[in-house]
Structure formats: structure tokens, C-alpha cells
């Protein structure tokens, strides 16, 4: 827990005795007025004509951070965990294909929502990751227009996509759009909230006014959770119900695995939707040792609902990472009921718990930004599921290493979607680990390899140091090349590398 702010203290002490339970909801009261007094100036201090929105954004800013003080340790009473009940999470296999001609019919109550807050910094390019290219020239928002229009194309449907953007990436995002008009897709954006970093020192914001533009890092988007609020907010939501549309599907738009799945649609709208609705359905697939760390699906309280290793008591860690005790994994691609929606906002059931995440600023300063996760809503809606699905509908791009996979001959590329090729003979994909230093940046990456290698019978890849790949190379079963500090590795052109280790120092110069 983080130390309370010394103003409220002294006040505090003032009233009570200080190791009173009385002390500390006065300082909690404290805290909180402090903080919307400070909130209250920063508003001062824009144009009248946004202040109306801007205080409503801040007033759910200060609801969360209400709620942060009240809650103390992991909010998760491990004990009562229950078995998951037979039907809690279905088989995809067990899901039936629509018939053709009700497919258009299906499509015209979707809408399809990407999560485009995130910046490409991380893979070491600028503005939106979205724009990143990561197949023959195509970005991320690129592939997921040309999988919409050939859905809509093919069955002559006309479903719209929707970018939720942050304050980062909604400038940028908008110029991008633009080269979409001719596109068969309608395109809508909307900004998630824009929240200020607080200091841990003193727990109010760091921000000196509402200039957003002008100190970047005194604010932050505050997770996806955010999604149900501003979504609701920006109008889309009841313009979607009022044209007779019933359910979103949601992913974020670096998960190249989250296109739109009929046979999913079919059980929610088609032939196959059940007697009682199911307004929630969180994709989920089997659990490997790569994804311990991932949130899992548990019963609590007899409701169905996402738990996150954040929530998990310190003593219990092991048990949440075991593969046998939680089988399954989180992928992040929701499908909820657009009334549902509606409808826990208007009665204020929305609760979703609070993710902490302490930062350190360039300046040095300590932080803490306070978020929330989309798939935290599942307990809030009726009939909740989850689908076990394959993993192919798993397919994010993180890191370089990512890139590496869906950029090989791992993958064809169709009609936007990443298929894999027939020719590899399992279903799971590479391990693949590059090096930090050397390959953690795109343009880096890119620079190391003449073309990307042949790895349809690879198993396990780790490279570290100074390497560099030939034209046509071709790796197969477990390779690790390691070149250590100071030395070069070049694997020459045209190699076959099967089940080797190359260390060492290895240069191919021209002659």
C-alpha cells in the first residue's frame, strides 16, 4: 500500500487516535479531498467550453481512486474459489457453422472494436503500433480493414469497425483513416479517457494544468477497462443499439489471431444462440508454460469472472501459475451484449478491479497510474462463458521475436487473415527468443536478416549478441546461436542449420 500523503496525517491526527480504524478512514477522506481539490484547479485551468467533459472524465477519475483507498492487499479471498461447473467454458470444437444464408443476417448485428491506445515504442517506432508493418508491407490496421471488407464484401454485409484510441495514438490515427474512404467499411473512433499520473509522494497529480500536449507524461490512458465508460460516452453505443446491432467483438489490434468467427457469432446470434442470453463470452485457450503469468478464468461467488495474477495472495502464486490447477488462459478477445452494456452502466453494477501500476518518469519521479481490464467486467453480466479456442486465435505481436513468426513462411497471408501453412506439421508455433540488445528494435531487426529464414520445422530458436542471417536460410528443430560480447556470427546464405549450436565468432566478409 502506498504511504499516505503527510497533509492528511497531520489533519488526521488532529481527530483521532492514531492507530484507530476511525484515523484511517479520516485520512482516506482526506486524501480524497485533497485530490478532487487539486483536480478542481487543474480543470480551472481549461477552455469553458470542454470543462462540462472534462469534469465528468474526472469525476470517474476520482471514483477510481476512491475505490483504490478503500481497498487494501489483493482483493481476492483465494478460499473461495470454486470449481469451475461443467459448462462454464465450452469447447470451440463443439460450436456449429452457420448456414450460408444466414450469415449476412448474423453479420448486421456486429460491430468490431479494436483497442488502438498503444504506441509502437517499445519495438522502437514512433506513433501508433497499429501502423507498424508486419506482413508484406501491411500494418496491423491495414489487415484488419481488408479482413472487415472481405466479410463485408463476400456476404454482403456492412459491418463497421471501431478504433478505440488514446490520447497518443487519436492524431495520428485519424490522418490514417483517411486512406480508407474507398474502402467497404465504415470506420468510427473514439478516445478513451485521459487520466493524471499521481505522485506517490503526495498522491496528487503531477500535472501543473491541462495541457495534455505539453507534459505527455504527467497523464496516462487508463486501460481497457475504460472501454464500457467512454464507449458508451462517444454515442456509438446507443447509435449501434438503435440500428438493431446486438454484440461487439473486441481484441486488441496487435492479436493477429482476432478476426471475426462465425461459428462464435452463430452461438450468440444464429441458429445455435441458447434460451438464455449469453451477454459475456471471453475467449480463453489452453494454458502452456509461456503463459503462466496470463489471467485465467475462475468461478467465484457463482459467477464466472477473470482473475489476474495482480489479485493472487502472494503465498498462492504458485498454485495460479500451476498449468494443471488453472488450465486456461485469457486471450483478450471479448465478445459482450450491446444492451448488457447499457444496462450495467445505467444501473452502476460496472465493477472492475483496480489495477496498480507504479511507474518511474524520465525525471525521476515515482508514480502511479491506476487501470482497469476489460475482461474484469465478466462477473457484472448474466450468462457469462468462456470458449476454449484454438491458439491460432492467439497471435500477438509484442516483440521482434513475435514479428519474426508472422513475417516467415510459418504463415500465408488471406484476405487480411494469417493462416498457417499446411506444410508444417503441428499446430503450435516456434519458440522464439531474440536478443534484447540487438534485435528488440524493428528497424534493427529488420537490418539482420537479408530475408526472413525458412522455419516451418523450427521448434526452438535463441539468438543473443551480434548476428546476422543470410539470404534463404533455413533452421530446423532446436537452434541457439550465441555470439558472445565483442564477437560477430553470420550465418551464411542458403545454410541449413538443424539441431545446432553456433558460438563463437563466425564473420562473412565481402570480398
Known amino acids: 500500500m502506498l504511504d499516505i500523503p ?19 478512514e479520516v485520512t482516506k477522506r482526506d486524501a480524497l479531498r485533497l485530490l478532487e481539490n487539486d483536480v478542481d484547479r487543474l480543470l480551472q485551468t481549461t477552455e469553458p467550453a470542454r470543462r462540462p467533459a472534462l469534469q465528468a472524465e474526472m469525476g470517474r477519475f476520482a471514483d477510481l481512486f476512491g475505490r483504490f483507498l478503500q481497498e487494501e492487499g489483493p482483493a481476492l479471498d483465494w478460499n473461495k474459489i470454486q470449481k469451475l461447473p461443467e459448462n462454464a467454458v465450452m469447447n470451440y470444437s463443439n460450436l456449429k457453422s452457420p448456414k450460408n444464408e444466414q450469415i449476412r443476417n448474423m453479420l448486421d448485428k456486429l460491430v468490431v472494436i479494436k483497442l488502438n ?34 466479410l463485408n464484401k463476400t456476404y454482403d454485409a456492412n459491418v463497421p469497425l471501431v478504433l478505440m484510441n488514446s490520447f497518443n495514438t487519436d492524431e495520428d490515427t485519424e490522418k490514417i483513416v483517411r ?32 495541457d495534455v500536449e505539453k507534459d505527455m507524461e504527467a497523464w496516462y490512458p487508463p486501460g481497457h477497462g475504460d472501454f464500457y465508460d467512454t464507449f458508451r460516452n462517444s454515442g456509438l453505443l446507443k447509435k449501434f443499439i438503435g440500428e438493431g446491432r446486438e454484440y461487439c467483438f473486441l481484441s486488441n489490434i496487435d492479436n493477429l489471431g482476432a478476426t471475426v468467427d462465425l461459428n462464435i457469432l452463430n452461438k450468440l446470434v444464429g441458429e445455435e444462440r441458447a434460451t438464455t442470453p449469453v451477454e459475456f463470452v471471453m475467449e480463453v485457450t489452453d494454458k502452456t508454460r509461456a503463459d503462466v503469468k496470463g489471467g485465467t478464468l475462475i468461478q467465484m461467488e457463482n459467477k464466472l469472472r477473470l482473475l489476474e495474477i495482480a489479485q493472487v495472495p502472494p503465498e498462492h502464486v504458485d498454485d495460479f501459475k500451476s498449468v494443471k490447477t488453472f488450465k486456461f488462459f485469457n486471450t483478450n478477445n471479448i465478445w459482450a451484449n450491446l444492451s448488457a452494456i447499457d444496462r450495467v452502466l445505467r444501473e452502476r453494477t460496472l465493477n472492475m478491479e483496480i489495477i496498480v501500476n507504479n511507474k518511474t518518469l524520465e525525471n525521476g519521479l515515482r508514480v502511479v497510474q491506476l487501470e482497469t481490464a476489460v475482461g474484469a467486467a465478466m462477473k457484472c453480466f448474466d450468462g457469462a462463458i468462456g470458449i476454449n479456442v484454438p491458439r491460432s486465435r492467439f497471435l500477438p505481436v509484442k516483440k521482434s521475436s513475435d514479428l519474426l513468426l508472422v513475417m516467415s513462411n510459418l504463415y500465408t497471408l488471406k484476405n487480411g487473415s494469417l493462416v498457417m501453412s499446411p506444410q508444417r506439421m503441428f499446430p503450435t508455433t516456434p519458440l522464439v527468443k531474440l536478443g534484447e540488445n540487438h534485435f528488440s528494435k524493428v ?22 549478441g551480434d548476428v546476422t542471417f543470410g539470404r534463404g536460410v533455413s533452421l530446423r528443430g532446436t537452434v541457439i546461436i550465441i555470439a558472445n560480447h565483442g564477437d560477430r556470427i553470420d550465418i551464411p546464405a542458403g545454410a541449413i542449420l538443424e539441431n545446432k549450436i553456433v558460438s563463437g565468432n563466425m564473420r562473412i566478409l565481402d570480398h
Do not use: W
Open 6 to 24: 503527510q497533509e492528511a496525517k497531520v489533519r488526521g491526527h488532529q481527530r483521532a487516535p492514531s492507530d484507530s480504524k476511525e484515523f484511517h
Open 443 to 464: 528497424k534493427e531487426f529488420l537490418g539482420r536478416f537479408a530475408n526472413i529464414p525458412d522455419i516451418i520445422e523450427l521448434d526452438h530458436l535463441t539468438v543473443s
Open 179 to 210: 486512406k480508407y474512404k474507398g474502402f467497404r467499411v465504415q470506420i468510427h473512433t473514439f478516445n478513451q479517457s485521459c487520466f493524471p499520473r499521481i505522485s506517490r509522494e503526495h498522491f496528487l497529480p503531477v500535472a501543473k494544468d491541462f
Open 117 to 150: 491506445g498503444g504506441l509502437g515504442t517499445s519495438m522502437g517506432c514512433h506513433g501508433p503500433k497499429s501502423v507498424i508493418p508486419v506482413r508484406s508491407d501491411l500494418t496491423f490496421l491495414d489487415l484488419t480493414v481488408q479482413q472487415i471488407e472481405h
